[in-house]
């Protein structure tokens, strides 16, 4: 990719302090996009780390804490990139898991994770993607649940957002299309959670109220996410649009 074409584009990536939001920043940075990251505090360190290692690839980085639920966050998103250049990638990564029965899901634990998943990424999108269609080009990729497409027991709401989270890709593709910005949605499968040394199941796995099916009898790993978010922020990825996309090593296959 020419890094003329990239420079002093900013990508935003919520929700981007590991993982696959720190691979994905690693990514883009080295396709000469300046980065923010987002995240809502408790990652913090680990933030300002991918801030660093962003920095690497001669690029200019930030970080934005604060909580999506509360309006003033999404604001500082905004004026903490646009500092940093012209918002013109965003990735919708920031993500709220509560496990629990059906029948004991409490309302705002409801309206938690609808307002994390859904509405934050609504919010982010509508104050950035102005930028976006003001130069002619932009990018917005929201980071869906395979749950979503499978079902999950003991988390309805996870469920449901997710799947929100395709419809709401559709209708801005559609109304963007001819000015310059795509909207896709890209799925992880079952993404490698663990400590590498003790390779023991641990976090978001370990609560799962499903087993893993591993078509290749691995997990996969946040770096093969994010090639394929990175690959849909090329100029060359102008005609994918409107698209879930799903990286699952054929565990699931829509």
């Not at 505090?41 to 801030?51: F, H, L, P």
């Not at 200019?60 to 012209?86: F, N, P, R, Y």
């Not at 029965?101 to 934050?120: G, H, L």
């Not at 400590?195 to 093969?224: C, V």
């Amino acid at each position: 990719m020419d890094k003329n074409f990239s420079k002093d584009k900013v990508a935003i990536i919520t929700g981007g302090a590991k993982k696959i939001g720190r691979s994905t920043a690693k990514k883009l940075a080295d396709q000469g996009f300046n980065v923010l990251i987002h995240t809502g505090g408790k990652s913090i360190d680990e933030a300002k780390k991918t801030v660093e290692l962003v920095k690497g690839y001669s690029v200019k980085s930030d970080v934005v804490d604060g909580d999506l639920e509360d309006l003033k966050t999404i604001d500082k998103i905004k004026h903490a990139a646009q500092k940093l250049g012209t918002p013109s990638i965003l990735i919708n990564n920031a993500g709220l898991r509560i496990f629990e029965d059906f029948e004991k899901i409490k309302y705002e634990d409801w309206k938690r994770v609808m307002t994390v998943n859904v509405d934050a990424s609504f919010l982010c999108t509508q104050a950035l993607i102005g930028s976006m269609v003001k130069q002619g080009w932009g990018r917005v990729i929201n980071i869906g649940g395979l749950s979503a497409h499978i079902g999950a027991k003991e988390r309805a709401h996870v469920v449901t957002s997710k799947a929100a989270l395709v419809g709401l890709t559709k209708a801005i593709s559609m109304e963007f299309l001819e000015k310059g910005v795509t909207c896709n949605c890209v799925v992880p499968g079952f993404i490698e959670d663990f400590d590498s040394k003790e390779k023991a199941l641990s976090g978001h796995w370990l609560r799962h109220p499903q087993t893993p099916s591993l078509a290749l009898k691995r997990f996969g790993n946040p770096d093969e996410v994010a090639e394929v978010i990175a690959n849909l922020c090329k100029k060359e990825a102008d005609y994918i649009n409107g698209q879930t996309l799903h990286v699952n090593g054929g565990s699931f296959t829509p």
